[in-house]
C-alpha cells in the first residue's frame, strides 16, 4: 500500500523516507492543536465582544447543552486567547497542545514565561508537571506557600441579580477560585 499522507507542502525536500514524512505530517498536526485553542479562545472573544448579553448567553447555553464545552472551559479559552505572550507568533511554535497546560501558563508572569519560551525550557512538549521546575526561583523547588501574599475579595451585591449578571459572577467566581483567590460574597 502506497498511500501519500497529507502535510504541508514538503516537494521542496528531497528524498525523504515515509518515516520522515510521517513525522513532518504529525509534527504539524501536533502543532496545529495549540492553535487551534487559540482560535477557539479568539473566536470566543469576539463572539462575547460582539454579541449582546442575551445573545452571548444563548452561545454558552448551546455550547454546554451541545456539550461542545462547559463554562469553565470557555473561560479559560477566552483566558488563554486574551494572553499576549501566548498569542505572539513567534511563540506558537513552543505552545505545549493542552489548553489545560497553556491556562496554567496564564496564571505565571508574563516576563517569566516568555524567558522560558527564549531559553527553551517551554516547548510543545512540556506538561504541567514541569511548572515547578521551570517556574521557581530555585530549580526542583516547590513555590513556598507561606510567602504567597495572601488574595481575598470580598463582594457585597445589594438587589436583585438578573440571570446575566448571575453568569458573569460565575465565571469570575471560578477564575478567582482557578488562581486560589478566596471570595466572599453577601448578597443583600
Known amino acids: ?32 492543536a495549540a492553535e487551534s485553542i487559540i482560535e477557539v479562545g479568539t473566536q470566543l472573544n469576539l463572539a462575547k465582544k460582539n454579541l449582546d448579553r442575551n445573545e452571548w448567553r444563548e452561545l454558552q447555553n448551546r455550547l454546554e447543552t451541545n456539550k461542545i464545552m462547559s463554562a469553565p472551559t470557555v473561560s479559560k479559552l477566552m483566558t488563554i486567547a486574551s494572553k499576549p505572550v501566548l498569542t505572539n507568533p513567534n511563540n506558537l511554535k513552543f505552545l505545549p497542545p493542552s489548553y489545560a497546560t497553556l491556562y496554567a501558563l496564564c496564571r505565571e508572569d508574563d516576563n517569566e514565561v516568555q524567558e522560558a519560551f527564549d531559553t527553551g525550557k517551554i516547548t510543545i512538549s512540556t506538561e504541567l508537571k514541569e511548572f515547578k521546575e521551570i517556574f521557581s526561583s530555585t530549580p526542583n523547588t516547590p513555590k513556598s506557600k507561606s510567602t504567597a501574599t495572601k488574595k481575598e475579595i470580598k463582594v457585597s451585591l445589594i438587589g436583585d ?3 446575566d449578571l448571575k453568569q458573569e459572577l460565575l465565571q469570575v467566581l471560578h477564575l478567582c477560585s482557578s488562581r486560589n483567590i478566596k471570595v466572599d460574597v453577601i448578597i443583600k
Open 1 to 32: 500500500m502506497n498511500t501519500r499522507i497529507k502535510t504541508t507542502d514538503i516537494s521542496y525536500m528531497k528524498n525523504l523516507s515515509r518515516i520522515d514524512e510521517y513525522e513532518i505530517a504529525i509534527g504539524d498536526a501536533w502543532r496545529k
Open 161 to 163: 441579580i438578573d440571570e
